[in-house]
C-alpha cells in the first residue's frame, strides 16, 4: 500500500466548481478498486491551494483508476480551473505514530 497526494493549485474564484467537481467524483473514486482511503485537504492561508490525499492497494490500481473514464472526466473538468501546474508524490510509510484516528477526524 501506498499513499498518493497530489497538490492541486485553483484559479482564485473557482474553488466552488472545484469542490463541485470534487464531491460530485468523490465516492465513484473512494470505491473505485483497490482505492482505501480518499481525502481532500484545503491550505488553511491560500484557500485555493488544494491536496487530494488517498492510500492504493499496489500501483497497478492507480494506474488502472489513471486510465479510467471517470478519471477522464473529472481530471479534463479540473484541468480547466487550474492556476498551476499540478504535483503529484507517491509516498511509502517510513512511520506512524499511534493514534486514534476517530478522534482525530473529529
Known amino acids: 500500500m501506498f499513499t498518493r497526494v497530489v497538490k492541486l493549485v485553483i484559479s482564485p474564484g473557482k474553488e466552488a466548481d472545484f469542490l463541485h467537481i470534487f464531491q460530485n467524483s468523490r465516492n465513484a473514486i473512494r470505491s ?40 477522464g472526466s473529472t481530471w479534463t473538468e479540473t484541468k480547466k480551473l487550474f492556476a498551476d501546474k499540478p504535483e503529484a508524490w507517491s509516498l511509502d510509510l517510513a512511520w506512524k505514530a499511534a493514534y486514534n484516528e476517530d478522534r482525530h477526524d473529529k
Not at 488553511?44 to 491536496?51: E, G, H, R, T
Open 32 to 71: 473505485f478498486e483497490g482505492c482505501r482511503a480518499l481525502r481532500l485537504y484545503r491550505d488553511q492561508k491560500y484557500p485555493n491551494i488544494f491536496f487530494t490525499y488517498s492510500i492504493w492497494e499496489s500501483d497497478e490500481y492507480l494506474q488502472n483508476y489513471r486510465k479510467s473514464e471517470l478519471f
